[in-house]
């Protein structure tokens, strides 16, 4: 069993940053890959990026490539996402998971992944 915890949300202006983190524990957090998921009202889940487990290969979604960043302290147990030029279309409730695996993949696909915070609220206003 693995235990995530999210922090580091809150609201920002347009253009403004944001980093979040999300504490591993219970388990080798080595042997997870992490993702960062966000959902809005009426919306689906979606991918907002991925890291392996050994941090080598990370992944974003198109809308936020080149502003947000995946990494990973194994020393800390914790994956951040800082969020830089933040738009409000940003918006959204967004979640740690952890998918157990020994793949050196990163996963997009929500349905895959094994263990989820509970939510972190992120809102960018205009």
């Known amino acids: 069993q693995v235990q995530l915890v999210e922090s580091g949300g809150g609201l920002v202006q347009a253009g403004g940053s944001l980093r979040l983190s999300c504490v591993a524990s219970g388990r080798t957090f080595s042997n997870y890959a992490m993702g960062w998921f966000r959902q809005a009202p009426g919306k689906e889940r979606e991918s907002v990026a991925a890291i392996n487990w050994s941090g080598g290969s990370t992944s974003y979604t198109n809308s936020v490539k080149g502003r947000f960043t995946i990494s990973r302290d194994s020393a800390k147990n914790t994956v951040y996402l800082q969020m830089n030029a933040l738009k409000p279309e940003d918006t959204a409730v967004y979640y740690c998971?952890?998918?157990?695996?020994?793949?050196?993949?990163?996963?997009?696909?929500?349905?895959?992944?094994?263990?989820w915070g509970q939510g972190t609220q992120v809102t960018v206003s205009s």
């Open positions: 998971a952890a998918k157990r695996t020994a793949s050196i993949s990163v996963f997009v696909q929500w349905a895959t992944y094994d263990y």
